[in-house]
């Protein structure tokens, strides 16, 4: 039958076509991925991760890359195979949303990539599986998660039991070893990623989002709060002895291997159910002059800094480096801090910059870095909830996707 698939696949290049491919990277079922296909993936993933363009560094990359693009097209054959189309509409909003994310309108991210030698079909197409595979999920594996009150009573009775002990805040980068991931090539690219991110840890959700093979992935491999014996052993080994805001090495699973992320750690207090919400939010103030050309001289750094900042220790270097602000931090409950702070940071996530505010005098860049308490009880049940059946769906579609790659006529000529 593979034979068979094989052949398939090779009858359907056309002479015009397998001319313009170069050569033929690899054979997925009746699809094939080119050497074109690769080197614009890669070039995606180098610009957007903000990656070494060494060719050492590209050429130990390369085996991942090409695993990855495997699993967009088997994601993608099933979304086909279960009749779920995507829309160019739907790949086109989300396109918009990433140039939303990166501060820029749709043409002048567009025009960025060009600039950088991005060829925009690869990031289209990335969309397009990646849409496809949200379907997927939503289709065919988010049904079978089903949870009990008994399941989510027992989940609360086991945070209950673990009061006092910490939690973590985890994102990761996660490959997976199998028929499509050779465990060597796996665990080079995960070990030279590594030493990348090391260097600079800012680049590790732009590089979870390029390389992670996780449903966190969009997240840029955010987990959440977790406690370790959610974990695989190895890795919550691993996770207990880290300190905050540190990276861990790869660690070794059944699975794969996984490059953590610790942001924070705190201990379970689920006694604060009914207290306040506490906020630690980190403001930019920029003072703007009374001259209009001076004025716009602050709006262009603001515009920069708003578009570049990452995170709640970046915006402390960069507001250092800047004569025209100045760092303020608040850290209280919600009821002590101005009422348009709050306001401007309550939907953000860790790390983001909130809503812009600003007067004559003076424009703030507020970003939330913790929040704590203030939740209720019901919101902390319905946490717990979220969170059960997003690692119950993580599990599921891994073992699903595992099967279909096991399932699938794979032919690697990297």
Same mark, same amino acid.
């Given at each position: 039958? $593979?034979?068979?698939?094989?052949?398939?696949?090779?009858?359907?290049?056309?002479?015009?076509?397998?001319?313009?491919?170069?050569?033929?990277?690899?054979?997925?079922?009746?699809?094939?991925?080119?050497?074109?296909?690769?080197?614009?993936?890669?070039?995606?993933?180098?610009?957007?991760?903000?990656?070494?363009?060494?060719?050492?560094?590209?050429?130990?990359?390369?085996?991942?890359?090409?695993?990855?693009? +495997?699993?967009?097209? +088997?994601?993608?054959?099933?979304?086909?195979?279960?009749?779920?189309?995507?829309?160019?509409?739907?790949?086109?909003?989300?396109?918009? $949303?990433?140039?939303?994310?990166?501060?820029?309108?749709?043409?002048?991210?567009?025009?960025?990539?060009?600039?950088?030698?991005?060829?925009?079909?690869?990031?289209?197409?990335?969309?397009?599986?990646?849409?496809?595979?949200?379907?997927? +999920?939503?289709?065919?594996?988010?049904?079978?998660?089903?949870?009990? @009150?008994?399941?989510?009573?027992?989940?609360?009775?086991?945070? !209950?039991?673990?009061?006092?002990?910490?939690?973590?805040?985890?994102?990761? +980068?996660?490959?997976?070893?199998?028929?499509?991931?050779?465990?060597?090539?796996?665990?080079?690219?995960?070990?030279?990623?590594? !030493?990348?991110?090391?260097?600079?840890?800012?680049?590790?959700?732009?590089?979870?989002?390029?390389? #992670?093979?996780?449903?966190?992935?969009?997240?840029?491999?955010?987990?959440?709060?977790?406690?370790?014996?959610?974990?695989?052993?190895?890795?919550?080994?691993?996770?207990?002895?880290?300190?905050?805001?540190?990276?861990?090495?790869?660690?070794?699973?059944?699975?794969?291997?996984?490059?953590?992320?610790?942001?924070?750690?705190?201990?379970?207090?689920?006694?604060?159910?009914?207290?306040?919400? $506490?906020?630690?939010?980190?403001?930019?103030?920029?003072?703007?002059?009374?001259?209009?050309?001076?004025?716009?001289?602050?709006?262009?750094?603001?515009?920069?800094?708003?578009?570049?900042?990452?995170?709640?220790?970046?915006?402390?270097?960069?507001?250092?480096?800047?004569?025209?602000?100045?760092?303020?931090?608040?850290?209280?409950?919600?009821?002590?801090?101005? *009422?348009?702070?709050?306001?401007? *940071?309550? #939907? #953000?996530?860790?790390?983001?910059?909130?809503?812009?505010?600003?007067?004559?005098?003076? *424009?703030?860049?507020?970003?939330?870095?913790?929040?704590? @308490?203030?939740?209720?009880?019901?919101?902390?049940?319905?946490?717990?909830?979220?969170?059960?059946?997003?690692?119950?769906?993580?599990?599921?579609?891994?073992?699903?996707?595992?099967?279909?790659?096991?399932?699938?006529?794979?032919?690697?000529?990297?």
């Amino acid at each position: 039958m $593979r034979f068979l698939l094989f052949m398939c696949a090779l009858l359907m290049l056309s002479p015009a076509s397998a001319q313009q491919s170069d050569s033929i990277a690899a054979v997925v079922n009746s699809d094939v991925i080119t050497y074109s296909d690769l080197y614009d993936r890669m070039n995606l993933i180098i610009q957007s991760s903000r990656m070494p363009n060494t060719k050492e560094f590209k050429e130990r990359l390369l085996p991942q890359v090409l695993t990855g693009l +495997i699993t967009e097209h +088997i994601q993608l054959q099933k979304s086909q195979e279960l009749n779920l189309p995507i829309s160019d509409e739907e790949i086109q909003q989300g396109f918009d $949303r990433l140039a939303q994310q990166n501060n820029m309108d749709t043409g002048q991210f567009k025009s960025i990539l060009k600039q950088q030698k991005v060829n925009v079909a690869t990031l289209y197409d990335q969309i397009e599986s990646q849409l496809a595979w949200g379907k997927v +999920i939503q289709a065919d594996i988010r049904p079978r998660v089903v949870l009990s @009150g008994s399941d989510i009573e027992s989940e609360m009775n086991r945070l !209950k039991a673990r009061e006092g002990q910490e939690e973590y805040f985890v994102a990761e +980068i996660f490959f997976p070893v199998g028929d499509n991931a050779p465990e060597a090539d796996v665990r080079n690219a995960a070990n030279d990623l590594y !030493k990348q991110l090391k260097a600079d840890p800012r680049k590790f959700p732009a590089a979870a989002r390029q390389f #992670s093979q996780n449903t966190t992935a969009a997240a840029g491999g955010v987990i959440g709060w977790i406690t370790p014996d959610q974990l695989d052993v190895d890795i919550a080994q691993a996770l207990i002895n880290m300190p905050k805001n540190s990276l861990s090495p790869p660690v070794k699973t059944n699975d794969g291997y996984t490059i953590l992320l610790l942001r924070d750690k705190r201990k379970i207090d689920l006694g604060g159910a009914n207290s306040q919400e $506490r906020l630690r939010i980190k403001i930019a103030n920029f003072t703007m002059p009374v001259n209009d050309n001076d004025r716009q001289q602050i709006q262009n750094e603001i515009d920069l800094f708003v578009r570049d900042v990452k995170g709640c220790l970046d915006i402390n270097k960069r507001v250092a480096k800047l004569e025209s602000a100045s760092l303020q931090e608040l850290d209280d409950v919600s009821s002590q801090i101005p *009422v348009n702070i709050v306001a401007a *940071v309550i #939907s #953000s996530d860790i790390g983001d910059v909130g809503q812009i505010i600003e007067n004559d005098t003076v *424009v703030q860049i507020p970003m939330l870095c913790g929040r704590e @308490g203030g939740q209720g009880l019901a919101n902390v049940e319905r946490q717990v909830e979220e969170r059960m059946g997003m690692q119950r769906i993580d599990i599921l579609q891994k073992r699903y996707l595992r099967d279909l790659i096991s399932e699938a006529y794979i032919e690697r000529r990297l």
